[in-house]
């Protein structure tokens, strides 16, 4: 039995489960110091004088530390940079020194023999800086455009001149972000005899943080190690490098004692990277049967106050994809990257396609209304076909052409839309609602469909050695986020070498074991990762059906290996165990030839050119109480083609994680500023989450019916498919409830915001 497709118990959940993870907030060691960061309480303002005086005065306090303690120049480069694009002017400094930009940003470090003293000492800490005006709108703020990013094919101004009918729509969407089950956390460990240092807490990209910190420290990059941590997700934000990164094992080096910095969840909120703040303009051009001939996105991309180390990857994102699944002729769209003093933004999971999507499927509805089409079959009539594929668009984001390699666009649609009247989705929202103080509630139902990416390259490395107990081990430049990575890897490496998953041990993020990897992000693990991991595995395999010819005297072509061992072909009798094989791999065991490499291992790089594209549907059915705006969702579904499951149970769970995640977007969460641009959002009583409550049953169709063509696993990414399409959905059902004939405007949409539509629609019916 194959292990790739088994739904196998994650093997990270034992230890998890049991309480025995090992998250960054649980390593701490000997004679360490605390370190609290001060950080300006100003959104804009220019530094006249930071007095630390008093805070380094007080007791148990080792140092405190500011710009001017600091190698000149420090600032945080770019790790995603969009060729063409100068953000040199815009990067932030790792404390800054005569201006604050974001109320949050580091201005000092305090380091302590206590966690609960140096926060006391960061208190004493004096400001004196002159407050300047907030830019917190992105759309009038004058001359803070940090880039303009185009994309587009095809003679646009020609098809919404010659169109039958043109539709527009504005949307809106929130400013919200990634909330990890553990905030940031770092343990820097100096030896100072060797010269080296360990660092505990790094996630996600662990290599290129190594070596950026190495380069910043000037040091050479194998004297520093970084750990592998368990992560309660990641979502894009956590395990990017930031100030801290830097800091902390700066101190630790400075000191001469290990260092150890744990975020608590308000500095999260103002600190980490946000994310989706954009405003779109959206436009597209039909012709007399309903099809597209033209479509033009104007977006505002709100990145705050600095470029971090994504720079302008995802506004890139958002106008690259903008075109979705559908046949587009012609297509343009311009986003205008502006600074404001705000947190400034990164990834979060499905970046740029999450904003694209809802306003890209948005406007369908509404041109579905407009042109007396029904929405599915408007959609139906302009999806890619399969005999369109692979279809390339003239436009390159992350580096890649975009070339949506395969699938069948239609197919799913019909899928999704038979499963959800199975289920009976359009039936509930069209059955009255229950309602709440004012009366029966309406229902609606919304779909969406979307194209995702995954996969993105250049490269991941594995090493696959079999040890002379017979136990494989995979080293794995990826990373663990709570994705599953280790139960998936071991599934990959047990099927190439036909051994039990269960033998299998995965070592991932750990900068010694693999030091040539390059993390977990873009939905690129299982594909990118996992395909290395084959390859390597593959050719242990042909090492030890080699070495057993040898050792059988038989010919390789009448061997195989199953079970662990290899045996001969109608005499299963006769057979090797890979853990015999490995100690024949000794160079004291006379089976290897003369300048024979010694072991059962190999190290394998895969490396990609392009991305692949797995593609979806996802449906709502929703319910809105007119007299508090409250919106529930009753049902949901998500359709959505993976290529090839590795472990179908995971790939359901990392869907219904993401809707969950979209729910949250499209409903709840959002980062408010005031007047003066100080946060409204820095606790889970302003910042809300959806719980178990406001989640509905999930339903998932996982189809495996197009393997992606450009890996040897015909995987493609599922981390970012479950979020991807929500705002779009939960948008365009919210829509259908109240029968509006445009736009709701903004997401969340909180139940604020969902009275005034109701209240405007009442005011025009």
Not at 241 to 266: M, S
Not at 695 to 702: I, T
Request: charged share 20%; net charge negative.
């Amino acid at each position: 039995m194959s292990a790739i497709g088994a739904r196998l118990p994650r093997k990270e959940d034992p230890r998890l489960l049991r309480g025995r993870g090992r998250f960054g907030d649980d390593i701490s060691v000997p004679g360490q110091l605390w370190a609290r960061i001060f950080r300006s309480p100003y959104a804009h303002g220019q530094v006249r004088e930071l007095d630390v005086t008093q805070a380094a005065k007080s007791p148990g306090i080792a140092a405190v530390v500011t710009a001017g303690d600091l190698p000149p120049g420090l600032v945080i480069p770019v790790r995603l940079a969009v060729p063409g694009t100068d953000l040199g002017a815009y990067l932030q400094p790792v404390l800054a020194a005569d201006m604050v930009r974001y109320v949050g940003e580091p201005l000092a470090a305090v380091v302590g023999e206590d966690p609960y003293a140096c926060e006391d000492a960061a208190e004493l800490i004096g400001t004196d800086i002159t407050e300047a005006p907030a830019v917190l709108d992105a759309r009038t703020a004058p001359g803070r455009v940090a880039a303009e990013l185009t994309a587009g094919y095809g003679d646009i101004d020609a098809a919404f001149s010659c169109a039958r009918h043109v539709v527009r729509i504005e949307l809106a969407i929130g400013r919200h972000s990634g909330v990890p089950l553990e905030p940031r956390c770092l343990l820097a460990v100096p030896d100072p005899d060797a010269g080296s240092l360990s660092v505990f807490g790094m996630t996600k990209v662990p290599v290129f943080n190594r070596d950026l910190l190495a380069r910043l420290l000037g040091l050479d990059e194998t004297l520093i190690r970084v750990h592998a941590v368990d992560a309660g997700g990641g979502f894009g934000v956590r395990g990017e490098f930031y100030p801290e990164d830097f800091l902390i094992p700066w101190l630790a080096l400075t000191l001469g004692r290990p260092v150890k910095w744990a975020e608590d969840r308000a500095e999260h909120l103002m600190a980490v990277n946000h994310s989706r703040q954009q405003y779109h303009r959206v436009a597209a051009a039909f012709d007399a049967d309903g099809r597209i001939t033209g479509l033009a996105g104007d977006i505002t991309h709100d990145n705050g106050a600095y470029c971090r180390t994504h720079g302008v990857a995802v506004p890139e994102l958002t106008v690259a994809m903008l075109p979705g699944p559908y046949r587009v002729p012609a297509y343009r769209g311009r986003v205008r990257v502006v600074l404001t003093n705000k947190t400034p933004c990164g990834t979060y999971r499905a970046p740029g396609r999450f904003e694209g999507t809802a306003a890209r499927e948005h406007l369908l509805d509404v041109a579905a209304d407009q042109l007396g089409l029904d929405r599915i079959e408007l959609r139906r009539r302009n999806l890619i076909t399969p005999d369109e594929m692979p279809h390339q668009r003239p436009i390159v984001t992350l580096r890649t052409d975009l070339v949506l390699d395969t699938g069948d666009y239609p197919a799913l649609l019909a899928a999704a839309v038979r499963e959800a009247d199975r289920l009976g989705y359009r039936a509930l929202a069209d059955g009255a609602g229950h309602g709440g103080p004012g009366g029966a509630g309406l229902r609606g139902f919304g779909l969406a469909m979307f194209v995702e990416k995954s996969g993105l390259g250049p490269q991941e490395t594995a090493d696959v050695t079999v040890s002379k107990s017979g136990a494989v081990h995979v080293y794995s430049g990826g990373t663990s986020m709570g994705q599953g990575i280790e139960t998936v890897l071991a599934q990959i490496a047990a099927d190439a070498l036909g051994v039990d998953p269960a033998t299998v041990r995965v070592v991932a993020g750990d900068t010694a074991s693999q030091p040539f990897g390059a993390g977990s992000w873009a939905s690129r693990t299982t594909v990118v990762g996992g395909s290395a991991v084959h390859r390597a595995a593959a050719a242990v395999r042909e090492r030890a059906v080699q070495l057993a010819a040898r050792i059988l005297e038989a010919a390789e072509e009448d061997l195989d290996l199953i079970g662990g061992s290899v045996t001969v072909c109608g005499d299963p009798a006769v057979r090797l165990t890979l853990a015999e094989i490995a100690r024949a791999a000794e160079p004291a065991s006379g089976y290897l030839r003369p300048g024979e490499p010694a072991g059962l291992s190999a190290r394998r790089r895969f490396e990609v050119s392009r991305m692949t594209y797995p593609y979806g549907a996802h449906a709502a059915v929703i319910e809105v109480d007119p007299e508090t705006g409250q919106v529930r969702v009753l049902r949901y579904l998500v359709a959505y083609e993976v290529g090839r499951a590795v472990n179908p149970m995971l790939v359901e769970g990392q869907l219904r994680g993401g809707v969950a995640q979209g729910i949250g977007g499209a409903l709840m969460e959002e980062f408010g500023y005031d007047d003066a641009g100080q946060p409204q959002a820095i606790s889970f009583i302003e910042y809300r989450m959806p719980t178990a409550a406001e989640v509905p049953p999930v339903d998932v169709l996982l189809s495996q019916d197009a393997p992606a063509p450009d890996n040897p696993l015909g995987v493609m990414g599922a981390g970012e498919g479950g979020i991807n399409a929500v705002g779009a959905a939960v948008a365009n059902a919210v829509r259908d409830a109240l029968g509006l004939a445009g736009s709701v405007g903004q997401l969340p949409l909180t139940p604020a915001r969902v009275r005034a539509l109701c209240e405007l629609r009442a005011g025009t019916a």
